[in-house]
């Protein structure tokens, strides 16, 4: 069963735009979200997280926004840069333990 | 803060034989996870330690593969009698303790079974 749900497998965006990915989520106990970002031949490097007791989160360009009744939360990347081009993960913990991932989206962000 | 290192980055071997990763965690981290990776998907719980003590086991991971954290320091990983399917990216991670704490990834150990 895929209780982390990330339904869409790549997003193109332009520079200099806003990127929005998008996460799904089935079970009610994660209580502890966070995006990670990889790169080829790299592990995934944590980007943002947030608590279930929070609905958002901002870190400079990266926001993550928490909608816990919809079990759905999104990162924001704006503006988007070349840089960003990665596989991002959108990943879920119950009362501190292991991380539940998604199966990521691919970013590509043209120049 | 060296990050998380993980022997060897690349593995081929031949279906049957046994294969063993290392993971070195950042020095202060006390808890120890092992993720496993295929194509397309995001990584998969595979078992974690708390100090010495590994407290969880996916049902992933069968009784072909052994993971021991004999001091609380580094970690490996074996797989005896290597099928095809165990072809994958193997993730180690760690992190300070449970609750809020990120994990922090090494670059894995690819392993390709032929």
């Known amino acids: 069963d895929q209780q982390v749900k990330q339904n869409s497998p790549s997003l193109s965006v332009q520079e200099g735009r806003i990127s929005i990915l998008n996460c799904d989520y089935t079970?009610?106990?994660?209580?502890?979200f966070l995006w990670y970002k990889k790169y080829p031949a790299e592990g995934p490097t944590f980007l943002i997280s947030?608590?279930?007791?929070?609905d958002k989160n901002e870190d400079g360009r990266f926001t993550v926004f928490l909608n816990k009744s919809a079990k759905h939360l999104s990162l924001h990347i704006v503006p988007s840069q070349p840089g960003d081009s990665a596989v991002y993960f959108c990943?879920?913990?119950?009362?501190?333990?292991?991380?539940?991932f998604g199966a990521g989206t691919i970013l590509r962000v043209k120049s | 803060d060296t990050g998380v290192s993980q022997d060897p980055r690349h593995k081929i071997t031949k279906r049957g034989q046994n294969v063993t990763f290392r993971c070195d965690p950042i020095?202060?981290?006390?808890?120890l996870y092992w993720y496993r990776q295929t194509l397309g998907q995001g990584p998969e719980f595979l078992t974690y330690?708390?100090?010495?003590?590994?407290?969880?086991k996916s049902r992933l991971l069968s009784d072909r593969f052994s993971a021991e954290r004999p001091k609380g320091s580094f970690s490996t990983l074996e797989i005896q009698r290597t099928e095809q399917g165990d072809s994958a990216m193997y993730l180690c991670?760690?992190?300070?303790?449970?609750?809020?704490?990120?994990?922090?990834f090494g670059n894995g150990t690819r392993l390709t079974v032929t």
């Open positions: 330690f708390q100090n010495e003590a590994q407290l969880e």
């Open positions: 947030i608590s279930s007791i929070k």
């Open positions: 079970n009610s106990m994660f209580d502890y």
């Open positions: 990943a879920a913990s119950a009362d501190g333990n292991k991380l539940v």
């Open positions: 020095s202060e981290h006390n808890r």
């Open positions: 991670a760690s992190s300070t303790r449970g609750g809020d704490s990120p994990l922090h």
